[in-house]
């Protein structure tokens, strides 16, 4: 289906409750609808926005256009947790009417000031000739809805095009930073901060300079963090070209570890690492609470089109992962809740060849000795995701070639990683699969559109102990 622009900006001020019911049926009929993961009621969900701990819940907004699985005017969502596992629908936060957001309420992040959450987001508008102008604004949660409190910084600086968004806000030493994504008037990408001392006025201090002069076009969805001593700047890098086995998919998300001086604007850092080798992954962010610092990704990409958009909807948010720095790498583990999941075994067996019946939703835990092996998921006669390791070579393979409906194959329908695998930690839901390596050491996550069938697991290689429950 082509979309015009009058439909891509329709609010859904303007949307009739039979049009919104129509759409939801639509959906509900889709075979891939997730059963743990958040996900969009209607349309297109993206960016991960405003997550943050607050009164006893975690809340999670997300970037969402009610209407069909394109990119049109952006609303951000609204769900909560106690506990990072069963989510609770809140309903839209923010629908954008002001001239600020006329077209989409971009992404932004959310921070507790005076007993109340706040966020800051990017305000996109167009003008009659469709020139785009970007503002950040400012805004405050109450009774379910996000309230505009102010334009904290209206414009773009000199030296940046109009491509300037995502801000991340933060508190230090008493003083509230936010870094934004942006794009140089060269069509570079880097990163800016600003600084406040009351949330009102706003100054620019200046550019990030990294060791990353010339990577990409735009840096979209920045977050700068703490962890164990040291900074982690996370950014999703536009315009990367593949190298070997890294940034084959159509945009990358990934970090860097190191020192960030905010009053020289420097950051003396590591190589960029990609936070996930999958086929499915952009724009995470990132809060804390409790001493843990825990991640959320956007399980999809732009300008991809999947299986789902037939039935009026697309993509979902990852799982939560925590974050941690050990021996000066980055590890990524799905949080501990997720074992409140568990329902009965589904496997319990040890072997060199094992077979088993899957159910449609399950969490495995695999643990080899190092050598070759070949695990395949979801299969249905020909079809299976394979998940293969040549321990000669030292890499590990996804392969969805023949793993249900194929889409974005452009892309590649493989995906390697140079690591030595003890273990796999592998979360299957309707349409996805996140498989953590080595406790952490690498994640992969895609999405997968397998037939309705029933399932079969298949390992093939040396000794191996495999436990998998079933999920609802």
């Not at 506990?83 to 992404?107: C, F, I, N």
């Not at 600086?157 to 968004?165: L, W």
């Not at 934004?180 to 009351?198: I, M, N, P």
């Not at 070949?374 to 299969?379: A, E, P």
Request: proline share 5%.
């Amino acid at each position: 289906m082509s979309w015009t622009k009058a439909e891509r900006y329709r609010s859904l001020r303007d949307v009739s409750a039979l049009e919104m019911e129509t759409l939801r049926t639509k959906t509900a009929a889709s075979p891939w609808r997730f059963g743990y993961h958040i996900q969009p009621p209607t349309g297109l969900l993206n960016d991960p926005n405003g997550f943050t701990y607050y009164n006893g819940e975690y809340h999670m907004f997300y970037q969402w256009f009610p209407l069909g699985p394109v990119h049109g005017l952006k609303h951000w969502y609204h769900v909560t947790s106690p506990d990072l596992v069963t989510w609770t629908d809140r309903g839209v936060a923010l629908v954008p009417e002001t001239t600020e957001d006329s077209h989409g309420a971009y992404s932004g992040s959310g921070f507790v000031k005076d007993g109340e959450l706040h966020v800051m987001y990017t305000g996109n508008h167009r003008t009659d000739d469709w020139t785009r102008h970007a503002s950040q604004v400012i805004g405050v949660l109450r009774d379910g809805k996000i309230e505009r409190r102010n334009v904290a910084i209206p414009d773009v600086p000199a030296g940046y095009t109009e491509h300037f968004r995502d801000p991340k806000v933060w508190l230090e030493d008493g003083v509230y930073y936010a870094v934004v994504g942006a794009q140089r008037t060269d069509e570079t990408g880097c990163v800016v901060l600003y600084r406040s001392s009351d949330l009102d006025e706003w100054t620019f201090l200046g550019e990030i300079e990294t060791g990353l002069e010339q990577f990409g076009y735009m840096w979209e969805c920045p977050d700068v963090f703490e962890l164990n001593g040291q900074h982690v700047l996370v950014f999703s890098p536009q315009g990367i070209e593949p190298d070997g086995h890294q940034y084959h998919n159509i945009y990358q998300s990934g970090f860097l570890i190191g020192k960030l001086d905010v009053e020289t604007l420097t950051f003396t850092h590591g190589v960029f690492g990609e936070l996930d080798f999958g086929f499915d992954f952009y724009a995470p962010q990132t809060t804390e609470q409790g001493g843990r610092r825990v991640l959320v990704g956007w399980m999809g990409l732009p300008e991809i089109e999947y299986p789902t958009d037939r039935f009026g909807w697309a993509h979902a948010l990852t799982l939560p992962r925590v974050l941690t720095i050990e021996d000066g790498s980055l590890k990524q583990r799905p949080v501990a809740e997720m074992t409140t999941l568990r329902q009965d075994k589904f496997v319990n067996a040890s072997g060199k060849s094992v077979s088993v019946a899957t159910p449609e939703r399950y969490e495995l835990e695999m643990k080899t000795d190092g050598s070759d092996f070949s695990l395949d998921l979801l299969q249905v006669g020909d079809e299976s995701l394979v998940i293969r390791y040549d321990a000669s070579a030292g890499e590990l393979t996804i392969d969805r070639t023949n793993a249900g409906e194929p889409f974005a194959t452009e892309y590649g329908t493989t995906r390697t990683k140079a690591i030595h695998v003890t273990s796999l930690h592998v979360f299957v839901d309707s349409s996805s699969v996140e498989c953590f390596v080595n406790d952490g050491e690498a994640v992969a996550t895609l999405r997968v559109f397998p037939s309705e069938l029933e399932k079969q697991l298949r390992y093939e290689g040396a000794t191996a102990s495999l436990t998998g429950w079933t999920y609802q």
